[in-house]
């Protein structure tokens, strides 16, 4: 694995923010090159990690109940397990299963069905949606302009103490931009570090051999949108990128997601509808649903036995990276939150 800059430990401190020091990414020399680079998206420290203060305040709704990280929590590769479809303030449901949201620096467009082209605009979604955070970013600024600690805390960052939406959303940026995941036993067997065991290896064979078209490897995605024969749920009628672009040929096709890991992602498919991955691959098996804008490769289903599927379920579960999850400087930001 090549560091392309040193890595960083982000810990907020109790007495304020640590040094105003630029970082960037970490992540294998066989990857590509991020989207979202040191050229084009330079990283900051302190951005970063007000930008995650942010990520986990429920202010940012309008009843104060719900926080970015309510549906992306980072226990969970940053989405949720414990329903469907999103809940967002006075317990309304959404229309989508939420999505995890590393890895983000290699996504050109983000949401299922592409709706968002740049990470700094991608908060604004559920931040305005009536039935997820049901505020606006100008509500947002005004709550964030009375509270001492955002007030001290901008005030390190930028020249002056001054809140604004398009900073608020920026800082959120930086934050999720900063989510890699690159740290599974997958990877440590690509970098020589480890082994598959021969469980697995069947698993990673039939793997390249039946999935790895659309979960490309190493990102597990190409990030294109397609129709995977999803039969079209008949409440939440979701037309998926066909919603975006009016294209007819786009009709229930949604982004496909990373199967980096999917251990800790379920429920799966965009409206959560599967809560095991056994039950993911025997929609693949047999239960494809046939419409015009079905991918060609899917037509004839793809067919496992039923050690076959123990077997990808084996390599599937190598995408895990606990180390990513579980890491500190991702999670809940208390010493900031216990500032007075």
Known sequence: MRLIAIFFGLIFLLVGFRSNQSIELIFPSSWPEPIYNSNNYPLNEQKVELGRALFFDPQLSSDNTISCASC??????????DHQLSHGINDRIGTRNSPAIFNLAWQKDLMWDGAIHHVD???LAPINHPDEMGSSINEIVQKLNKDVRYKKAFKSIYSDDLITGERVLKLLGQFMISLVSCDSKYDRVMSGKDKFDEQEKRGYELFCKNCSECHKE???????FRNNGLEPDPQLKDIGRMKITQNRMDSLKFKVPSLRNIEFTFPYMHDGRY?????????????IHFSNTLDPILEKGIHFTTNEKVDLVAFLLTLTDKNFMFAPEHGYPKDFFNQK
């Open 218 to 224: 190493p990102l597990f995605s190409d990030y294109s």
């Open 275 to 287: 809560k095991k991955l056994s039950e993911v691959i025997d929609h693949y098996d047999r239960k």
């Open 72 to 81: 992306h929590s980072p226990y969970n590769a940053f989405t949720h397990v």
């Open 121 to 123: 605009a991608q908060a």
